[in-house]
């Protein structure tokens, strides 16, 4: 786990010192909701028995909680004769930027943007942070846990 | 030998600054000299499905380039969020459609590893075979296609001839041609079918002489040499910082393979070798995947004796709290119907944490990151998907080449859209 503020330093360290010369992956995650009831595999209500409540479920454990909405992982790999892989974490709340890594490896471009594009991680100093996989006019980051599933919006679907 | 190479491809780096996947002509030339911008793609015979490529374009040679992608995009992450672990396998090789075994393979892999359940090791044989053969299916449909996008309409058939044989292999084992879900958490769906080893050495016998053939037309072909030979030019370090892997790594003189490098199911007991070729063009990569079809059915045999030796031993893990029981003791076992129907209905739960795991699929590093919550669904799923790396090396790759090898060289990378877009 890496202060947000120092992740480029850190990671140009990790580059030069250590050896590790390929970014493998940078995987963010939204933790919304993370232990509460009704998302994944607390399908138990606080309120009592539902039909559809496993018994053996529901607010019987609750996971760790997590210091704040958003991680990003960065999963960096050392190709070389002693290979290692590292996980390198920062925590970020909504809407915080964090520094792009595109100095550092030239492979963040695209994996930055996919991060924007689904779920809306501001890479400060990223020279072309634009959507990736989305239509560039679309609104939302569809990876969000408060992004419905099959939120995509019918057009005229509501219109006379 | 060493892994990164001392040789040079081509001095410095060539990684476009400042944006590294975009070739920007600079404005002043684009407005006193003759550019035209071409848009290329998504819907061309030869960008590999719906890659798009906006190419300025001087004369003939390509000076400016920036790849388009998230044509394919279907939210395969976020829809198995939604499902419980055991129905999202059937997502996870649907996202490369090419190597299905391999994705459908890390995706259970990484559950398992949060699990922390053993498995059989007839069942991580049998893995591998199908890992490998997929790996040759996979290298069959690039050379088909690839070639077909350079002139060589006849390879197409050819390869796919031999496809089709690993197609007939697949559908014995899984009973499917095309994802079979056949790799469960725990081991396989079912135990491979007696006559299964011998079938599928009849396809061991038969792949090594298709590979003598197929080289045998192209590589005396100077239409082929012609159009492969010191283009797409990408040196180890351009390689690696851009985040490159398998056959583009092997390519440019890297002598990196996970399967031998970091070995994961039982590949340290295998013998094979790992091609390594030092030009960086696009017939150093076709030269690497047919050297590795024919060490993937070297591996294939070596699986295929061992599996042998352990015929009639278990095929899944005996934990029934992940797998689901034997059909034939639902009718006798009240047990069994319990544990049936929790994994059925709510899904086995996994413990909460987060992993990530790689392998070396058929385009190279093939990563799954996973969170769970302790809970009967996925928290997030993240796939590293290999084409989406090698995309980013377009425009690398392209410098100073001509629009019809910009045909050649994206072919080249290997790129499948469904792996890139998810």
Same mark, same amino acid.
Request: glycine letters at 8%; charged letters at 25%.
């Given at each position: ?9 850190? /990671? ?30 607390? @399908? ?10 496993? *018994? ?23 190709? *070389? ?15 915080? =930027? ?19 594009? !689904? !779920? ?13 996989? !989305? ?6 980051? =569809? ?18 | ?57 001087? *004369?003939?040679?390509?000076?400016? @380039? ?28 649907? &996202? ?18 949060? $699990? ?36 060589? @309409? ?7 001839? +031999? ?24 081991? $396989?769906?079912?135990?491979?079918? =007696? ?8 396809? /061991? ?24 030979? *010191? ?6 370090? +351009? ?63 070596? /699986? ?32 069994? $119907?319990?544990?049936?129907?929790? &994994? ?58 001509? @629009? ?12 499948? !859209? ?5």
């Amino acid at each position: 786990m890496v202060d947000p503020a120092r992740l480029e330093e850190a /990671c140009t360290y990790l580059r030069d010192e250590k050896g590790f010369n390929v970014l493998s992956d940078i995987a963010p995650t939204d933790y919304l909701g993370w232990g509460e009831q009704g998302v994944s595999g607390y @399908i138990g209500s606080a309120s009592g028995r539902d039909l559809n409540v496993p *018994g053996s479920q529901g607010l019987a454990r609750v996971p760790d909680p997590k210091p704040t909405r958003f991680s990003v992982s960065y999963h960096l790999l050392r190709v *070389g004769d002693d290979p290692a892989r590292l996980r390198v974490q920062v925590w970020l709340a909504d809407g915080e =930027p964090v520094a792009s890594l595109v100095p550092v490896w030239p492979a963040a471009d695209w994996f930055e943007r996919e991060a924007w594009d !689904m !779920m809306g991680i501001p890479f400060a100093g990223h020279p072309n942070l634009l959507r990736i996989l !989305m239509p560039e006019d679309w609104e939302g980051h =569809p990876l969000r846990k408060d992004y419905p599933l099959g939120g995509e919006p019918v057009r005229f679907s509501d219109e006379d | 030998m060493a892994v990164v190479p001392s040789t040079r491809i081509y001095e410095g780096t060539r990684i476009p600054h400042p944006v590294p996947t975009i070739l920007e002509v600079d404005l002043e030339k684009h407005s006193l000299e003759d550019i035209l911008t071409v848009n290329f793609g998504p819907n061309h015979p030869s960008t590999h499905g719906v890659l798009r490529l906006i190419v300025d374009l001087d *004369g003939e040679t390509v000076v400016g @380039i920036r790849a388009v992608i998230g044509y394919l995009h279907t939210g395969f992450e976020k829809n198995m969020e939604a499902k419980s672990w055991w129905k999202s396998i059937t997502y996870a090789p649907r &996202i490369d459609y090419v190597s299905f075994h391999a994705n459908e393979l890390l995706y259970v892999l990484a559950i398992e590893k949060l $699990l922390g359940i053993d498995v059989p090791r007839r069942a991580t044989w049998a893995r591998m075979a199908l890992a490998e053969l997929t790996r040759i299916h996979s290298h069959l449909v690039w050379l088909g296609t690839s070639a077909l996008e350079i002139g060589a @309409i006849s390879m197409f058939w050819y390869a796919f001839d +031999d496809r089709d044989s690993i197609l007939d292999l697949f559908e014995m084992a899984g009973g499917a041609r095309m994802h079979a879900r056949y790799v469960q958490v725990g081991g $396989l769906a079912e135990d491979l079918p =007696p006559a299964f080893t011998a079938e599928a050495r009849k396809f /061991c016998d038969q792949m090594p002489k298709s590979v003598d053939e197929y080289e045998a037309i192209l590589d005396r072909q100077a239409i082929w040499l012609e159009r492969t030979k *010191g283009i797409g030019l990408l040196s180890a370090e +351009d390689a690696l910082a851009l985040g490159q892997s398998g056959p583009m790594l092997r390519a440019s003189g890297v002598n990196w393979d996970l399967r031998k490098n970091m070995p994961y199911l039982a590949y340290d007991e295998v013998e094979f070798d790992v091609p390594v070729y030092r030009n960086g063009d696009v017939y150093d990569r076709y030269k690497v995947r047919m050297d590795e079809m024919r060490q993937s059915v070297r591996i294939v045999r070596q /699986c295929l004796d061992r599996l042998d030796e352990m015929d009639g031993e278990p095929w899944v893990a005996d934990d029934r709290k992940v797998v689901l029981p034997p059909r034939h003791e639902l009718h006798t076992s009240m047990e069994s $119907l319990i544990h049936h129907f929790k &994994i059925v209905t709510e899904g086995f739960t996994v413990p909460e944490g987060e992993v990530y795991v790689v392998i070396e699929s058929p385009r190279g590093e093939n990563g799954c990151y996973i969170v769970s919550d302790g809970g009967a669904r996925p928290w997030r799923v993240k796939f590293r998907a290999p084409s989406f790396a090698a995309l980013q090396a377009t425009a690398t790759a392209v410098q100073n080449c001509l @629009i019809a090898d910009l045909v050649a060289v994206a072919g080249s990378l290997d790129p499948v !859209m469904g792996d890139a877009d998810r």
